[in-house]
C-alpha cells in the first residue's frame, strides 16, 4: 500500500488549496480514508475522514471551510481548503484503513506528507 500526497504549497490567509493522495497496492474504495495534519511541536491531529460509503465526518476547526472527497476510479483522495488561516499551517497527511474511520491519528497506512504554509 502506497500514498503519496501532494498539492501544498504556500498561500495567503483567506485563499484556497487542493491537496491530492494518490493511492496504489489496493482498492481503496474499501478503505476509510482521512486527513491529518502536524503542526511543529503539536500532536497530529486528524482533519477529515471519508469512508466507503462517502460519509464525511470533520474537525470542528475545519469545518465549513475544507471539503474531504474521493474519486474511486482513479485512487484518489482529495482536500479541498478554502478560507485558509494561518493556524492551518502544518505537514498534510493522508491516510487510510480497513477497520477504522475516525479522526484518531491511528491509521494503519500512512503517505509521507505535504506542507502547507498560510501566511497572515
Known amino acids: 500500500v502506497q500514498l503519496v500526497e501532494s498539492g501544498g504549497g504556500s498561500v495567503q490567509a483567506g485563499g484556497s488549496l487542493r491537496l491530492s493522495c494518490a493511492a496504489s497496492?489496493?482498492?481503496?474504495?474499501?478503505?476509510?480514508m482521512g486527513w491529518f495534519r502536524q503542526a511543529p511541536g503539536k500532536e497530529r491531529e486528524g482533519i477529515a475522514t471519508?469512508?466507503?460509503?462517502?460519509?464525511?465526518s470533520y474537525a470542528d476547526s475545519v469545518k465549513g471551510r475544507f471539503t474531504i472527497s474521493r474519486d474511486n476510479a482513479k485512487n484518489t483522495l482529495y482536500l479541498q481548503m478554502n478560507s485558509l488561516k494561518p493556524e492551518d499551517t502544518a505537514m498534510y497527511y493522508c491516510?487510510?484503513?480497513?477497520?477504522?474511520?475516525?479522526?484518531?491519528?491511528?491509521?494503519?497506512?500512512w503517505g509521507q506528507g505535504t506542507q502547507v504554509n498560510v501566511s497572515s
Open positions: 497496492g489496493y482498492t481503496s474504495s474499501s478503505y476509510c
Open positions: 471519508i469512508d466507503s460509503d462517502r460519509i464525511t
Open positions: 491516510a487510510a484503513d480497513t477497520a477504522r474511520c475516525w479522526l484518531r491519528p491511528d491509521f494503519k497506512y
